[in-house]
Antibody, heavy 119, light 110 residues
């Protein structure tokens, strides 16, 4: 079964750091580009970052630039999001998602991990 | 603030058809045929219903269809069923190699 499982979400104070992980299984992880997408409480979806299969291409939303770092370890079938200088507005459920092979959509999603930034 | 504009809510009775619009710019919706639609039930992860403007993934009902004209994409659901009640989001790949989503539309089946 194709599956993505996020972890690492927690309650953190403003200015703090957190590292999210996404464990992939059931498919050849190294062949797929991956995304992080977040959803603030009661709000819509917001794209955070993208990384290509070999990590050659990385893109960030303006809200993440300079603070967040996406990375992957294909040997461990894992995707990561290092989040620094966290703000209250970063509070959200963070989903990892797979880019469909051969076209542009997010065809597999994890269940999400919750990040709460509050003092 | 979301880059793509969707109506906040739509509603319809069982058996009816509804259409949700998604308006962007020539840098996103109008740039490529890379618009996708996602269904999200409360507390659940999003699920892709339409990709590349009008294609349905395997397992998605043919009651769901998509189209695009210039900078506006649309999702149509025909033969509304109670299980279709959910939030729907459009998403588009952009000319900057980024992604943008709409603010979401809450579908109520009356």
């Amino acid at each position: 079964e194709v599956q993505l499982v996020e972890s690492g979400g927690d309650l953190v104070e403003p200015g703090g750091s957190l590292r999210l992980s996404c464990a992939a299984s059931g498919f050849t992880f190294s062949s797929y580009s991956m995304y992080w997408v977040r959803q603030a409480p009661g709000k819509g979806l917001g794209w955070v970052s993208s990384i290509s299969s070999s990590s050659s291409y990385i893109f960030y939303a303006d809200s993440a630039k300079g603070r967040f770092t996406i990375s992957r370890d294909n040997a461990k079938n894992s995707l990561y999001l290092q989040m620094n200088s966290l703000r209250a507005e970063d509070t959200a459920v963070y989903y990892c998602a797979r880019k469909a092979y051969g076209n542009y959509n997010m065809d597999v999603w994890g269940k999400g991990t919750t990040v709460t930034v509050s003092s | 603030q979301f880059a793509l504009t969707q109506p906040a809510s739509v509603s319809g009775s069982p058996g009816q058809s509804i259409t949700i619009s998604c308006t962007g710019t020539s840098s996103d919706v109008g740039a490529y045929n890379y618009v996708s639609w996602y269904q999200q039930h409360p507390g659940k992860a999003p699920k892709v219903m339409i990709y590349d403007v009008s294609n349905r993934p395997s397992g998605v009902s043919d009651r769901f269809s998509g189209s695009k004209s210039a900078n506006t994409a649309s999702l149509t659901i025909s033969g509304l069923q109670a299980e279709d009640e959910a939030d729907y989001y459009c998403g588009s790949y952009t000319s900057s190699s980024t992604w943008v989503f709409g603010g979401g539309t809450k579908l109520t089946v009356l």
